[in-house]
């Protein structure tokens, strides 16, 4: 049985990984990444690739989104997760005589998540910021998505170039989480809301023969909120409005099968603990949430690889703490998590020795690719009793730095042909 800690926010970028591996007082971190080993993880392996195809442009994932889909079987770039999600905050809810639960569980309603975020201006561009450090409360909640719903049942003109009848859409809530539900499929392709937080939203709107529809309605839903006493009473106590949503992950839900069944350690209410339970949900024909008793799976679509990452029985650990400063490149808040990632490590190893575990896997995630190292469950005596490891910012710099941004296909060529290794 493997023990698997997922880190997202942990590679540096190249441009301040040398600096901030000096900074860095983390001893127990670096004794253990002086004993860890790499590993060729395949979910990594195929992020690397399609990042190289992809060359500098701005990829729809996060790495530690690719790395759930690939560990998963999630379809798509960036991953389906919105019927998932919903599915699992239906059952988490006791909702599932819902009408809505049983359509989306049918494959007859398209859902994607729909993220309320504050939106700023940065200079010459629009940056998005999440609600994880000023939550709203159920009731401001509540007031915004029925304002969010009017503005959508309102009559407004459809997009021309849409290629089907315009559907309906409304917005829906489960498990703190906002869904978008539709009639049919809309033709969008959108980036993950990770993908975005701190960065501009130029190049990142959703596009396709639906997004002017989209653009048209969350325009709407952005009067209805901007003097809505919600967003004056929390400007008044110096939070951020809530004057955007952010949709991604949207499509239907299939049955699936080869995903691996596994023991989520994760805050309940994280967005990635949501989807990964709706993955294991979809695999056992939607039977229930709590994972218990003999796997029943159903019969899905095969996946076209099967995922190798996760095997049935595995532990998987999500510690997220580190990423909204990753993302926003609040350097310092970041040394000051990365402190606690220490912490979480040590007790994540003592309970994998405790349950029997035979490997440990820490998987850490940057901007664009992710790395798996291989920690001993057990130090050797002599690991034990030796200090901090000699050129500690060198072995953190080698371990928690992420590689420079890969060139195009024709840069890389041009760099082979002149004899200089490719980024």
């Not at 969350?218 to 809530?242: F, K, L, T």
């Not at 996946?303 to 190798?308: V, W």
């Amino acid at each position: 049985m493997k023990w698997t800690l997922l880190v997202p926010g942990a590679l540096l970028p190249a441009s301040v990984a040398p600096e901030m591996a000096r900074a860095i007082e983390a001893p127990r971190l670096a004794r253990r990444l002086a004993s860890a080993s790499s590993v060729v993880d395949p979910a990594s392996v195929s992020l690397r690739e399609s990042t190289e195809d992809a060359g500098a442009a701005a990829p729809p994932t996060t790495p530690h989104w690719a790395w759930l889909a690939r560990a998963f079987g999630a379809d798509g770039t960036p991953p389906v997760t919105g019927p998932y999600a919903w599915q699992a905050g239906c059952m988490a809810e006791h909702s599932r005589v819902d009408p809505d639960a049983q359509r989306v569980t049918a494959g007859k309603m398209w859902v994607a998540r729909c993220d309320p975020v504050h939106m700023s201006i940065a200079r010459d561009h629009f940056v998005v910021t999440g609600l994880g450090n000023a939550p709203m409360h159920t009731v401001d909640a509540q007031q915004l998505l029925a304002l969010a719903n009017e503005a959508l049942r309102g009559t407004v003109p459809p997009d021309p170039a849409a290629t089907d009848s315009t559907p309906a859409l409304r917005l829906a809530a489960r498990a703190g989480h906002w869904f978008l539900l539709a009639e049919r499929r809309l033709n969008l392709r959108t980036v993950d809301l990770d993908c975005v937080l701190g960065q501009s939203v130029q190049d990142r709107l959703p596009t396709g023969a639906d997004a002017q529809r989209w653009r048209v309605l969350s325009n709407e839903i952005q009067m209805r909120w901007h003097d809505c006493p919600v967003n004056r009473v929390r400007e008044e106590i110096g939070q951020p409005a809530v004057n955007a949503l952010w949709l991604h992950g949207g499509g239907y839900l299939l049955p699936l099968r080869g995903v691996p069944r596994v023991r989520l350690v994760a805050a309940p209410g994280s967005s990635e603990a949501l989807t990964v339970r709706g993955w294991m949900i979809a695999a056992r024909g939607g039977l229930d949430d709590t994972m218990d008793g003999p796997l029943e799976r159903s019969p899905g679509r095969a996946l076209a690889r099967p995922p190798a990452a996760l095997h049935d029985g595995d532990t998987l650990a999500i510690h997220r703490d580190l990423f909204e400063s990753f993302a926003h490149q609040a350097w310092e808040s970041w040394l000051d998590q990365l402190i606690q990632l220490q912490e979480r490590i040590e007790h994540d190893l003592e309970e994998a020795q405790q349950r029997g575990a035979t490997d440990f896997e820490l998987v850490l995630c940057g901007t664009r690719q992710s790395r798996t190292l291989r920690l001993p469950l057990q130090n050797s005596w002599w690991q034990r009793l030796r200090g901090a490891p000699r050129q500690t910012a060198a072995l953190l710099q080698r371990w928690l730095a992420e590689p420079p941004a890969p060139r195009s296909a024709v840069g890389r060529v041009r760099a082979a042909a002149a004899g200089s290794p490719p980024a």
